[in-house]
């Protein structure tokens, strides 16, 4: 290894020579160079390297070779200034260049998988322009024939940089050919051969084509220096057929053909577009990109076109949501983005949008639907002065109350979620209606919704607001009513599911000492049937921290002790009392001491294949405890996880 990181290093020493020779590098920093570059090659030539040593390196290199082209530039403004020469080009000016991207190979080569590598590699070759861009393209096309996104970059680089249009088109059917369900390919194809029509239109332009004439003599000298400073434009599909033909093109042949490309461009929208539609036939997204590029585009014909679009939308996807939600915001226009509702045309595309919804519910009667119908209606509708803004519609009805009337619809067709649902009940509350939203809620968490967790959550968040805002003193009754709302909801679902409405009701009732015992029992009993949590929300450690926080460590430890005593507590319980009494000991407690040793033993007495529990308690025992209780630690846990023990480093253990 070292005789091969010797001869890199001796293959730099006409490039560091040529460094020092012309002033771009004192002595001492090519020492600091060599020395760097020796310990970025060592690491390189270890029998596993990591991906990140090769990008130290390559950016290492890449601010070095920024370093010296600035002071290239600063020494070739002094010899200016003196009236010598041009400073001229030598091998330190494409070594660091070669370097990179010899590096690039290398972690290529090694992580060929790794896309965002390959991408930066094609990025540094087409902002240096080297030549190696179109090797490594054909690299990355190689390893990765399944990635749309290469096969879009090569084909832009052909027909931007390289100006290969047949090169690029070839590229693209490969693209097509290799991943045909990608819309992204389909859309990026047809941009491409758009944008390449345009470019000939261009040309026709500037060769006075569009006046009847091909003539040169109706080009004046501003238009002949255009013409010739912009020969990138002037590309043919056959460029020799296009000359045969100039020369014997008429006046009333040129009129003829005047809207060619347009009808060409079309031909090819056509032909692209039933293509697509056969590889993706139930792809809605590549319907509406190919509409956006057709309506940005001049083609022949274009009205026919969109016609053909909207048909075939309309017959695959008659059924679906997302289809009439796109149409009817289609319709509606620039309305979301001007909220302009008091013009008569913005009221007019409000409306249209409104039928094109009231179709669609009839059609596709699903809650999906009416998400989409309801937020569109307050989208549009929008908000003045903090309130809902309210106008009168055609058919005479207030905007508000239309949008009312649409979730009493959904609730009528059976299409009301639990989503739809909690729209509807916050929908009334942001309108003031307080009461009728709790009526709402009553009735909706009485009938399909009983063990709706999120509804349950507005419900009572309303009960507890409305008793609060009555009277800042809580009587019995209202105490009373409100732990059966809690208590009817808690002990139907499992305390998993129910994380808002524990937390919500162990707040209220923190100090109400008798509804909050009464929660604890609860929470035994629910506790005791499922089972502790060990990912996510823990009951039992949330009721402990509230106790130790309201009535001090004592009253923390019996709850936790009728915790632990329960069938399966969970290794999150135990870890949140070996936290609590770790913090007590450290303050130079004794009895915590002995308590969280205590702790550790009974987790371990059912969780002693958890490698991170025996590392939490050696390391207990090396701050807190002694070396003998730490080493005896450490032997029973190698004793005990046997398979495992490869995890326990020397570091952790």
Do not use: C
């Given at each position: 290894m070292a005789d091969v990181v010797q001869y890199?290093?001796?293959?730099?020493?006409?490039?560091?020579?040529?460094?020092?020779?012309?002033?771009?590098?004192?002595?001492?920093?090519?020492?600091?160079?060599?020395?760097?570059?020796?310990?970025?090659?060592?690491?390189?030539?270890?029998?596993?390297?990591?991906?990140?040593?090769?990008?130290?390196?390559?950016?290492?290199?890449?601010?070095?070779?920024?370093?010296?082209?600035?002071?290239?530039?600063?020494?070739?403004?002094?010899?200016?200034?003196?009236?010598?020469?041009?400073?001229k080009k030598s091998v330190s000016d494409y070594s660091g260049v070669s370097r990179i991207i010899e590096i690039y190979k290398l972690v290529t080569n090694r992580f060929k998988g790794d896309l965002e590598i390959w991408f930066q590699f094609l990025e540094f070759c087409r902002i240096k322009k080297n030549g190696h861009l179109k090797k490594a393209l054909a690299q990355v096309v190689r390893f990765h024939p399944k990635v749309p996104g290469v096969w879009i970059y090569a084909a832009a680089w052909e027909f931007d940089t390289n100006l290969n249009v047949a090169a690029a088109r070839a590229l693209m059917h490969a693209g097509l050919r290799a991943c045909p369900t990608s819309v992204d390919l389909w859309v990026e194809y047809i941009r491409m051969e758009l944008t390449y029509l345009n470019k000939l239109k261009a040309r026709k332009v500037a060769l006075g084509e569009d006046e009847g004439t091909l003539s040169r003599e109706h080009l004046d000298p501003a238009d002949e220096q255009w013409r010739d400073e912009n020969k990138e434009l002037f590309m043919a599909l056959n460029d020799h057929k296009e000359k045969d033909e100039a020369s014997n093109i008429t006046n009333g042949e040129v009129e003829k053909k005047s809207d060619l490309f347009g009808e060409q461009g079309l031909s090819i929208l056509q032909?692209?577009?039933?293509?697509?539609?056969?590889?993706?036939?139930?792809?809605?997204?590549?319907?509406?990109?190919?509409?956006?590029?057709?309506?940005?585009?001049?083609?022949?014909?274009?009205?026919?076109?969109?016609?053909?679009?909207?048909?075939?939308?309309?017959?695959?996807?008659?059924?679906?949501?997302?289809?009439?939600?796109?149409?009817?915001?289609?319709?509606?226009?620039?309305?979301?983005?001007?909220?302009?509702?008091?013009?008569?045309?913005?009221?007019?595309?409000?409306?249209?949008?409104?039928?094109?919804?009231?179709?669609?519910?009839?059609?596709?009667?699903?809650?999906?639907?009416?998400?989409?119908?309801?937020?569109?209606?307050?989208?549009?509708?929008?908000?003045q002065n903090g309130k809902m803004r309210s106008f009168t519609l055609a058919n005479g009805v207030d905007s508000i109350s239309h949008i009312l009337m649409v979730y009493e619809k959904a609730e009528r067709m059976g299409c009301l979620t639990e989503d739809l649902a909690c729209q509807y009940v916050s929908f009334l509350m942001e309108l003031g209606k307080s009461d009728e939203a709790r009526k709402l809620a009553v009735r909706l968490c009485s009938g399909k919704f009983l063990d709706a967790v999120h509804l349950w959550n507005l419900r009572l968040s309303m009960e507890i607001r409305c008793i609060t805002e009555k009277s800042p003193s809580l009587s019995k009754t209202d105490l009373s009513v409100v732990f059966e709302l809690f208590k009817s909801i808690l002990m139907r679902i499992s305390v998993s599911k129910a994380q808002s409405l524990w937390l919500m009701a162990l707040k209220f009732f923190a100090n109400q000492r008798r509804y909050f015992d009464k929660l604890v029992e609860i929470s035994l009993g629910l506790l005791a049937k499922y089972g502790g949590s060990d990912d996510g929300f823990c009951l039992s450690s949330s009721i402990v921290n509230i106790c130790l926080q309201k009535d001090g460590i004592q009253s923390a430890r019996e709850i936790y002790k009728r915790y632990l005593a329960l069938p399966h507590p969970g290794l999150a319980l135990y870890r949140s009392c070996i936290e609590l009494e770790q913090n007590l000991a450290s303050a130079s407690s004794k009895p915590s001491l002995v308590e969280v040793q205590r702790l550790f033993e009974t987790a371990l007495a059912t969780y002693d294949q958890d490698v991170s529990l025996w590392q939490d308690y050696h390391n207990m025992e090396t701050k807190m405890g002694t070396s003998e209780a730490a080493a005896a630690v450490h032997w029973r846990a190698r004793k005990t996880l046997k398979d495992n023990a490869a995890l326990l480093t020397s570091q952790s253990l």
């Open positions: 890199k290093l001796e293959r730099m020493v006409r490039e560091l020579d040529d460094l020092e020779r012309r002033n771009l590098f004192t002595k001492s920093e090519i020492s600091e160079i060599v020395k760097q570059r020796r310990k970025f090659e060592y690491r390189l030539k270890r029998p596993s390297p990591l991906k990140q040593d090769y990008l130290n390196y390559i950016e290492y290199e890449k601010n070095l070779d920024k370093l010296r082209f600035l002071r290239r530039k600063a020494v070739s403004r002094e010899l200016k200034k003196n009236g010598n020469q041009r400073m032909t692209v577009y039933s293509n697509a539609v056969k590889a993706l036939p139930s792809d809605f997204s590549l319907r509406t990109r190919m509409l956006e590029i057709l309506e940005a585009t001049e083609l022949a014909h274009s009205e026919e076109m969109k016609k053909k679009i909207l048909n075939d939308m309309k017959r695959d996807f008659l059924k679906e949501s997302e289809y009439w939600d796109w149409l009817a915001r289609s319709e509606a226009g620039q309305l979301l983005k001007t909220h302009g509702m008091s013009e008569d045309i913005s009221l007019h595309k409000l409306e249209k949008a409104i039928q094109i919804y009231e179709e669609a519910v009839e059609i596709v009667p699903s809650h999906m639907m009416f998400i989409h119908y309801t937020k569109f209606l307050v989208d549009a509708i929008g908000q």
